[in-house]
């Protein structure tokens, strides 16, 4: 029997209908870094990159059984988490992964990038009682870092200090996206892991509007694969973040009003 792997990775993450954000990146990622993609789909949302106008979770035992599916067979390395709504969800997520001995990226997806709540306020603490706990890493933005350490962001000792507490809270390494951060040149992301904090930039770019829903998916799940590849923390941190400035750089008009994401080596494969 052949015992060299293909990498799998696996997301949980909500439905985005209109394919920029949500299990769709998260399997596009996968697919354009070289990883198998495994998926339990936690919510259906009807949405476009302007707005959500409908959101169904689903059952908390389907999505049980979606994860037990994809881990009784399947050699899952990494699990990036995305939407997971509710409470209920959450903690089946988190009994679920409660024995998974790969790595866990958690995105605390809380409100969409058009303002939609995409966590109930009640599931927050069992986002930090019971998930963080299990993560290798979890990559909030800085709207979503001023809730998990629970103070005002708005400097760069506030951002290395908000992360130095989420890692002795949590026990897990912390990425602050500095996507709407105030420097106009970099988008400056905080990097805080076991063996030391440091800072990964790429260069703004000018795009259209909502080019850039999307991109938090996108790098929690690029980190996902370069692990499950068997790339260093720091390796699969850096390979994400130049994957999602590449993504956008090579943005394809996908609606009247819309240019989406899009990952660069896709292009090449179909002549465009």
Do not use: W, Y
Request: charged fraction near 25%.
């Amino acid at each position: 029997m052949q015992d060299d792997f293909f990498p799998v990775a696996m997301t949980i993450a909500g439905s985005d209908s209109g394919g920029g954000a949500g299990i769709q990146a998260d399997l596009r990622t996968f697919a354009a870094l070289g990883v198998f993609g495994c998926s339990a789909v936690t919510a259906l949302t009807a949405q476009n990159p302007l707005r959500v106008s409908g959101i169904m979770p689903v059952p908390a035992e389907s999505v049980r059984a979606q994860i037990e599916a994809v881990l009784s067979e399947f050699e899952v390395k990494a699990v990036k988490t995305g939407m997971l709504f509710s409470r209920e969800i959450m903690e089946t997520v988190a009994d679920c992964l409660a024995g998974f001995r790969g790595d866990v990226i958690v995105d605390p997806v809380m409100i969409s990038t058009s303002g939609s709540r995409l966590l109930c306020e009640d599931a927050v603490e069992t986002l930090m009682n019971r998930l963080l706990p299990l993560a290798t890493i979890v990559t909030p933005n800085l709207f979503e870092a001023e809730i998990l350490a629970d103070r005002k962001i708005s400097t760069a000792e506030e951002i290395r200090s908000a992360a130095e507490f989420c890692r002795r809270r949590f026990g897990c390494g912390v990425i602050i996206k500095g996507g709407h951060g105030a420097d106009p040149e970099e988008a400056v992301d905080f990097v805080l892991l076991e063996e030391g904090a440091f800072p990964v930039s790429s260069r703004r770019l000018r795009l259209p509007e909502r080019t850039t829903h999307g991109t938090g998916c996108t790098f929690s799940a690029a980190i996902a694969a370069g692990l499950a590849k068997g790339l260093s923390r720091r390796e699969a941190i850096a390979e994400a973040k130049n994957f999602v400035h590449s993504s956008l750089e090579h943005n394809v008009r996908t609606g009247r009003r819309i240019h989406s994401m899009f990952p660069a080596g896709f292009r090449k494969e179909n002549g465009c």
